[in-house]
């Protein structure tokens, strides 16, 4: 292949940019980067922010090195890191750098560092300076998936990409691409112009989002709250738990929005290898065959947490009501004609008592594959689930439910 891209400005807000100089097949590593700098956050008295700019100015990076990342004009303002304040700019100052530069490299690291975080977890551990992945560009629907190992940038091609098109990656984690054009917009310090947001309606604010209700709730025309989730009580082994989640290619909405958007499969593997992970130190498949004992793994973990926490059955949820009480969103909050509306009065009241016998026992609407509807209660389907389980194989549970108005 030839040299993959060359870089370019543009008058716009894509201001420095890369851009494919051939036909570029999917899967091409197109760039590999060591950091001009990294920090790893641990100083509590300086932001991360402050500590990757003195890294770079003890490494001899001035002025000049910082005009090359200059933002362009349209690309100030936003909410980037705050500027320096006074005494930070002492602090950088105090080994010798004069003002000017302290200020300007700063500024560069403001607007093109990178969050170092943990592949599973996402815990942040850091930040890292990358002189050419600087120049990429975000996009919704990225063609480019971008991974930090270790400290070091990895660019890939996630499709096709034709010789002259701009190459993009997402500066937001996958599992926050399958989130709407007005959630995601919450997770940028720009107003996104990428072609997916430029093409996607602005939704209008769900009263459902006023009240603080997930956003991935949304209301049908008829009024009735749609919501989504994939649960999983997996086996023990790594194979049982990722087989279990190509078993999720079945579930049509899912496969839309993976197909569209390939980044969103990387989040459906990686909570399913930690959940796999998890359930060995919880004792393997042992741990799922337990009736006290089952622990209960959300997929999307997006959706599953948009939709409240989910339990493979009444027992699990007890189990965890001492401590989820304490993080629980009360959906007694939601009061008036919208609560009554969407039917979720009661499950507030059976979830808020917290004695020995409440369960959520809201009714849905449960789609199947070929589309057709049935009612039942979440009880009923986490006993179905719970009939999967004990058969002894890895299982999942997709359901896709309308929670009907009373
Ligand atoms: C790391 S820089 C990217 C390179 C940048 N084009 C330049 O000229 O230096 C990040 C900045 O580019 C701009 N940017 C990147 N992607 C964008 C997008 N999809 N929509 C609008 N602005 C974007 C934002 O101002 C953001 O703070």
Not at 107 to 122: I, K, M, Q, S, Y
Not at 267 to 288: E, I, K, N
């Amino acid at each position: 292949m030839c040299a993959a891209y060359t870089c370019r400005t543009s008058p716009d807000w894509r201001g420095s940019h890369l851009v494919a100089s051939c036909h570029i097949p999917p899967g091409a590593v197109l760039l590999t980067e060591a950091p001009a700098a990294t920090t790893c956050g641990d100083d509590e008295s300086e932001s991360v922010e402050a500590a990757l700019a003195k890294a770079l100015l003890e490494s001899g990076r001035g002025s000049d090195w910082a005009a090359r990342f200059a933002a362009a004009p349209q690309q100030r303002g936003g909410e980037a890191a705050p500027p320096l304040s006074d005494e930070a700019l002492r602090r950088l100052c105090a080994s010798g750098v004069d003002e000017v530069a302290a200020l300007a490299v700063y500024d560069a690291v403001r607007h093109n560092a990178f969050g170092l975080e943990t592949p599973l977890l996402g815990v942040e551990h850091g930040a890292a300076f990358y002189e050419t992945a600087a120049k990429l560009n975000h996009s919704c629907d990225p063609n480019c998936l971008s991974t930090r190992l270790g400290g070091n940038f990895a660019l890939f091609a996630v499709a096709a990409i034709e010789e002259g098109s701009e190459l993009f990656h997402s500066y937001l984690p996958p599992r926050l691409l399958v989130l709407p054009r007005r959630a995601r917009r919450a997770h940028l310090h720009f107003p996104c112009r990428c072609s997916r947001c430029e093409a996607e309606p602005e939704e209008p604010p769900s009263p459902l989002a006023q009240l603080g209700w997930p956003a991935a709730h949304a209301a049908t025309a008829e009024g009735h709250l749609v919501g989504r989730f994939s649960l999983l009580c997996a086996g023990g082994a790594p194979r049982e738990v990722v087989a279990a989640g190509a078993g999720l290619l079945s579930n049509a909405p899912l496969v839309s929005t993976l197909r569209q958007r390939p980044l969103a499969a990387l989040q459906v593997c990686l909570p399913l290898l930690a959940s796999s992970w998890q359930a060995r130190a919880m004792g393997g498949a042992d741990a799922a065959a337990d009736d006290e004992g089952g622990w209960c793994v959300s997929l999307a973990s997006d959706l599953a947490a948009a939709a409240g926490v989910l339990y493979c059955s009444a027992v699990c949820q007890r189990a965890d009501w001492p401590s989820h009480r304490n993080h629980c969103t009360p959906v007694a909050a939601v009061s008036g004609s919208d609560a009554a509306a969407a039917g979720i009065s009661r499950l507030s009241e059976s979830e808020d008592d917290g004695g020995e016998d409440d369960e959520v026992d809201v009714p849905i609407r449960r789609v199947g594959a070929g589309g057709g509807a049935d009612t039942e209660t979440l009880e009923q389907s986490w006993e179905r689930m719970q009939a999967s389980v004990a058969s002894g194989r890895a299982q999942r549970l997709d359901v896709q439910y309308e929670v009907l108005q009373r």
